[in-house]
């Protein structure tokens, strides 16, 4: 267990550090690419402003000697190869230029000749190369003087490479370092929220050994609201899983006190060889069978409730069981009304449990009733509600409440074992239902029972 913990651990940090990298790479790699042409458009920027001044400085007069009326106030074009140059010229014989003014930094090298391409109003920008070979970045102009024998000057200024490279790399080692920091602090805090993270599953995976080792009865202690639901899920299951048990040494016991007394009955007929043995152990192995099926019932019942997408339509159960009932009760002629149930009615459980509990009201009812029994059913909130009603003598609400009492019977000279109404109950309360008895408008008795729907 904790080796897949820190498996876990390590996987999630794994995660969370090549997402950290891929991230800060890309973000490293666009605001390079950024910073890259915006030094790249400074410096086309610098080299236009200074070809614009000497555009505006150029004087031409009448014998074609060409002047400038101030020289360019940058430093670096006084300084011998100091990377930033500027030169006057005209078209010569072929494709050379015929130098006529240059800056001091050229000293007595001269730049590219360039000609094709050229056009007035349209600067051209091109690499070249120095007066010591290094790579420049050139701008280049075409001028027609207004006055004097020459009709086209080429002005040219360039700059070395050099210039905008050496801030670029100056932003790369300062952006590496920088993002370097960034890596590490993100590593950092998804180091610390994954072991943070971590550790409530961690408090869990104990709880759940104290309560396999049999330390605890439920999960206690204090949980983020992000894992509270999971815990008062176990909680519930637990629960649950506890009155289930609970449930099953209640109904083992007393069924194992309810199968006592016919057996000793019949083992003392047995050793004192009663004539009457054979009728005597009939009718306790009834007796047994009754507490038998009553037990069994509730256990189905129980296990039932834990089982989703249980559907129980109710009509036809109904009119499965009004069937038996006209067969047991056919010499009294009873009417079984079941136009008040509607057919998209369903229950949310067995069918088997809804025709024990409706089979023994209906019996209950047929025994009862004069000549009618009426049947009802309607579906509110998620709750189906059925109603059994006979036309019979009916019950005091004292004589109501005590007939769902196990071996308690209405009237101790109708034939019945008591129990049939305290299954009803029980199978009710197992369903999350309840059962109750009371006057009907027909005169008679009225079984109320609600129950899960669909």
């Known amino acids: 267990m904790r080796a897949r913990r820190h498996?876990?651990?390590?996987?999630?940090?794994?995660?969370?550090?090549?997402?950290?990298?891929?991230?800060?790479?890309?973000?490293?790699?666009?605001?390079?690419?950024?910073?890259?042409?915006?030094?790249?458009?400074?410096?086309?920027s610098e080299l236009n402003i200074h070809l614009n001044h000497l555009t505006a400085s150029l004087q031409v007069d009448e014998r074609g000697r060409v002047s400038l009326s101030s020289q360019p106030t940058?430093?670096?074009?006084?300084?011998?190869?100091?990377?930033?140059?500027?030169?006057?010229?005209?078209?010569?014989?072929?494709?050379?230029?015929?130098?006529?003014?240059?800056?001091?930094?050229?000293?007595?090298?001269?730049l590219p000749d360039l000609v094709d391409g050229l056009e007035p109003g349209r600067d051209v920008a091109m690499p070249a190369s120095g007066p010591g070979?290094?790579?420049?970045?050139?701008?280049?102009?075409?001028?027609?003087?207004?006055?004097?024998?020459?009709?086209?000057?080429?002005?040219s200024v360039a700059a070395d490479e050099a210039l905008w490279a050496e801030p670029i790399s100056r932003f790369?080692?300062?952006?590496?370092?920088?993002l370097g920091i960034l890596v590490l602090g993100m590593g950092a805090a998804a180091w610390m929220l994954v072991g943070f993270g971590l550790q409530p599953l961690a408090r869990l995976r104990q709880r759940l050994a104290a309560l396999r080792e049999g330390r605890a009865e439920r999960i206690?202690?204090?949980?983020?609201?992000?894992?509270?639901?999971?815990?008062?899920?176990?909680?519930?299951?637990?629960?649950?899983?506890?009155?289930?048990?609970?449930?099953?040494?209640?109904?083992?016991?007393?069924?194992?006190?309810?199968?006592?007394?016919?057996?000793?009955?019949?083992?003392g007929a047995a050793q004192a060889e009663d004539p009457a043995l054979p009728r005597l152990v009939a009718e306790q192995?009834?007796?047994?069978?009754?507490?038998?099926?009553?037990?069994?019932?509730?256990?189905?019942?129980?296990?039932?409730?834990?089982?989703?997408?249980?559907?129980?339509?109710?009509?036809?159960?109904?009119?499965g069981l009004v069937r038996v009932m006209d067969r047991v009760h056919a010499e009294r002629g009873l009417v079984y009304d079941l136009s008040?149930?509607?057919?998209?009615?369903?229950?949310?459980?067995?069918?088997?449990?809804?025709?024990?509990?409706?089979?023994?009201?209906?019996?209950?009812?047929?025994?009862?009733?004069?000549?009618?029994?009426?049947?009802?059913?309607?579906?509110?909130?998620?709750?189906?509600?059925?109603?059994?009603?006979?036309?019979?003598?009916?019950?005091?609400?004292?004589?109501a409440e005590q007939v769902f009492e196990r071996g308690q019977r209405a009237d101790e000279r109708t034939p019945g074992s008591g129990l049939g109404l305290g299954i009803v109950r029980d199978l009710a309360d197992l369903y999350g239902g309840w059962a109750r008895i009371e006057t009907g408008r027909l005169g008679g008795a009225r079984v109320i029972i609600t129950l899960p729907a669909t």
């Open 7 to 44: 498996s876990l651990r390590l996987r999630l940090l794994v995660i969370a550090l090549a997402w950290t990298l891929l991230s800060v790479a890309l973000a490293g790699w666009g605001i390079q690419g950024l910073f890259r042409q915006h030094i790249q458009a400074q410096l086309q």
């Open 340 to 399: 008040g149930v509607a057919e998209d009615l369903v229950f949310r459980g067995e069918a088997q449990d809804f025709q024990e509990m409706l089979g023994n009201v209906l019996d209950n009812a047929g025994k009862w009733a004069r000549s009618r029994v009426c049947v009802t059913a309607c579906c509110q909130d998620g709750e189906l509600s059925i109603q059994v009603e006979d036309d019979g003598p009916g019950l005091s609400p004292e004589r």
């Open 74 to 110: 940058d430093p670096r074009f006084s300084h011998p190869f100091s990377g930033l140059y500027w030169q006057i010229s005209v078209p010569s014989a072929g494709t050379r230029f015929a130098q006529l003014l240059r800056s001091r930094s050229l000293w007595d090298a001269h």
């Open 172 to 178: 790369d080692r300062m952006l590496a370092v920088a």
């Open 220 to 267: 206690e202690g204090k949980f983020p609201m992000e894992v509270r639901p999971l815990v008062e899920d176990f909680n519930l299951v637990l629960s649950r899983n506890a009155e289930g048990l609970e449930r099953a040494r209640m109904q083992a016991g007393n069924l194992a006190h309810t199968l006592k007394t016919p057996l000793a009955v019949m083992a």
């Open 285 to 319: 192995v009834e007796a047994a069978r009754r507490q038998v099926d009553y037990h069994l019932a509730r256990a189905r019942a129980a296990a039932a409730v834990r089982v989703t997408g249980l559907r129980s339509p109710i009509l036809p159960l109904l009119q």
């Open 133 to 155: 070979g290094e790579r420049l970045r050139m701008r280049v102009r075409e001028v027609h003087p207004a006055e004097g024998p020459l009709d086209t000057l080429i002005l």
